[in-house]
């Protein structure tokens, strides 16, 4: 079994700067690919980012290529969101996810953690 904690969720102004942090626990061996999802308020949860742990390729969703920065330290089993020049359209609350194929699939994550409340005030 796998277990995320996310930190770092918070109220920013349009075109300011968050760092999340998914922290990883128990079985990570098991598991290739680490990514980012996130639910906005009357919207379907959507793939935001994920990266190989073994690699460090990375993958995002178009609309936050050039603002967002995936990353991991392996030292401390942990994932990063680098979020710059955030939109008020990403407002949403932020999961991180464990599963063994690296990609956009929801359904290809096995462990979650229980989310991050991102604001971005307009």
């Known amino acids: 079994q796998v277990q995320l904690v996310e930190s770092g969720g918070g109220l920013v102004q349009a075109g300011g700067s968050l760092r999340l942090s998914c922290a990883a626990s128990?079985?990570?061996?098991?598991?290739?690919?680490l990514g980012w999802f996130r639910q906005a308020p009357g919207k379907e949860r959507e793939f935001v980012a994920a990266?190989?742990?073994?690699?460090?390729?990375?993958y995002y969703v178009n609309s936050v290529k050039g603002r967002f920065t995936i990353s991991r330290d392996n030292e401390k089993n942990t994932v990063y969101l680098q979020m710059n020049s955030l939109k008020p359209e990403d407002t949403a609350v932020y999961y991180c996810?464990?599963?063994?194929?690296?990609?956009?699939?929801?359904?290809?994550?096995?462990?979650w953690g229980q989310g991050t409340q991102v604001t971005v005030s307009s």
């Open positions: 996810a464990a599963g063994n194929v690296v990609g956009g699939r929801e359904s290809s994550y096995d462990y």
């Open positions: 128990g079985r990570t061996f098991s598991s290739r690919a």
């Open positions: 990266i190989n742990w073994n690699t460090g390729s990375t």
